[in-house]
């Protein structure tokens, strides 16, 4: 686990199915939670706070190991609504709408595109905006990128609503990106975000 910047912690761990690497977070004066997997610390890292109060989700399917986090300190589970239809497993988890404000201070975006609860989470406190599977870096340390186009079910459309969306959150304040897949980018993420867009999602030139 790394502090990347004050009170502001990711880590990496690997999806089981896809054998990719995927990021989470952690505001820990606020002990809040982003796209929860237990670290390599354990959930015992997070006990001498009394543990995370809140856990949110960027989309549904980032549900990951916040059910040990909720059974282990009571943490509250956070989704947009659009994707309550994901959770019929008895997971108790507690829904938003989009543009309504959250735990930690965090507001939330609706960003679409790729599923309609796709969401983006501005960490207000931190200047750090996280993102879901709309916006990756792959490898985890390249340039930013949309999602391959495989993992769309109509990728011109999906790109252009996602850079549609992506644009409207460059008038927020952040200068940091927390992709849940691949790692940080601390400090000049909005100039990165907007150079990528300008290039209509392309990668840069070499």
């Given amino acids: 686990m ?9 880590w990496t761990t690997i999806h089981e199915r896809h054998g990719i690497e995927i990021s989470s977070y952690y505001l820990s004066a606020e002990r809040v939670l982003i796209d929860p997997r ?7 890292w997070f006990a001498p706070s009394g543990g995370p109060v809140a856990a949110l989700l960027t989309n549904r399917h980032h549900y990951r190991d916040s059910g040990l986090f909720a059974e282990r300190f009571g943490t509250r589970v956070l989704c947009s609504r659009l994707g309550a ?8 988890v507690e829904f938003f709408a989009p543009g309504d404000d959250l735990p930690g201070g965090v507001a939330s ?14 960490c207000r406190a931190h200047g750090a905006l996280a993102v879901a599977d709309g916006l990756v870096r792959m490898p985890s340390d390249g340039p930013l990128g949309f999602v391959p186009d495989q993992l769309m079910s109509d990728p011109p459309r999906t790109r252009a609503r996602l850079a549609e969306a992506y644009t409207r959150l460059l008038a927020e304040d952040f200068d940091t ?6 790692r940080p980018v601390v400090g000049g993420a909005k100039e990165a975000l907007r150079a990528f867009l300008a290039r209509g999602g392309e990668a840069p030139p070499d």
Avoid: M, N, R, Y
């Fill in 2 to 10: 790394d502090e990347i910047l004050p009170g502001l912690h990711h």
């Fill in 109 to 122: 975006f609706a960003v679409g595109g790729i599923c309609p609860d796709e969401t983006a989470l501005l």
């Fill in 177 to 182: 990106l927390l992709p849940a897949h691949g």
């Fill in 85 to 92: 239809q994901e959770f019929t497993k008895g997971e108790t």
């Fill in 38 to 44: 237990v670290p390599d610390e354990g959930l015992e």
